[in-house]
């Protein structure tokens, strides 16, 4: 049972290249989200699916798209990178939104954009 | 939005002491979790406590929701403890789920 898998582990980037970072889960899960952690603080909510099919924004969706063809994967597209894009990009799964005691997380994706 | 503050932001303990990490949230929330970051940047679940208090082992958390904050103790700390510690909150099923800005923990040995 692998839970939430991202890949890649780490890239570099140039400005204004283009990237799709990977994430799948096998726990069947409706939810699945990403975030952004920068340094020394929280995570940000990217964005948001809550099935096939659909999803939603969060917090910070500014130069990044989402899509959710199948229950397992719910990639996260760059596009144009900038520098500020710099962080470290979480992947995660769960029954529901609210039920925080669900969540399980990707090991992370380090993107530097330079 | 919620406001979530967590104290205090960096900790430094020596083996086998005790801590206590607070949460605290401006609104009322029916669903709160505690997260453990790993040095090597990996998050896990610690605790989903909106209400009440729970133990695991050496760690044991509590939510008091009408005085909105929830506190995390570890007892005994261990060099594995280290890392930081992030509660996260959500106002209920539908919205959208805050993350504190963490408190960095310490252990030396």
């Known amino acids: 049972n692998a839970g939430v898998t991202q890949t890649p582990k780490f890239r570099i980037l140039k400005i204004g290249q283009s990237m799709t970072l990977q994430c799948a889960q096998d726990?069947?899960?409706?939810?699945m989200y990403w975030y952004r952690q920068d340094p020394g603080m929280g995570l940000k909510l990217i964005y948001y699916?809550?099935?096939?099919?659909?999803?939603d924004k969060g917090e910070v969706p500014n130069g990044y798209n989402v899509s959710r063809s199948t229950t397992e994967d719910f990639p996260l597209r760059l596009e144009l990178a900038a520098p500020s894009q710099t962080s470290v990009y979480f992947c995660?799964?769960?029954?529901?939104?609210?039920?925080?005691?669900?969540?399980?997380f990707g090991s992370g994706t380090r993107l530097t954009v330079v | 939005g919620i406001q979530v503050e967590q104290s205090p932001p960096d900790l430094i303990l020596q083996e086998g002491a005790n801590s206590t990490l607070r949460c605290n949230f401006s609104?009322?929330?029916?669903?709160l979790q505690w997260f453990h970051q790993n040095p090597w940047g990996q998050l896990i679940n610690l605790f989903y406590?909106?209400?009440g208090t729970k133990q695991n082992g050496r760690l044991s958390a509590t939510t008091v929701a009408t005085e909105r904050y929830s506190l995390l103790y570890i007892s005994s700390s261990q060099t594995t403890d280290s890392g930081v510690y992030f509660c996260?909150?959500?106002?209920?099923?539908?919205?959208?789920?805050?993350f504190g800005k963490g408190t960095r923990l310490h252990i030396l040995p």
């Open positions: 609104d009322s929330v029916n669903n």
């Open positions: 406590i909106p209400s």
């Open positions: 996260a909150v959500a106002r209920n099923r539908d919205d959208k789920i805050i």
């Open positions: 699916s809550v099935g096939a099919g659909i999803t």
């Open positions: 995660a799964s769960s029954r529901d939104r609210g039920s925080l005691g669900g969540y399980t």
């Open positions: 726990m069947n899960h409706n939810y």
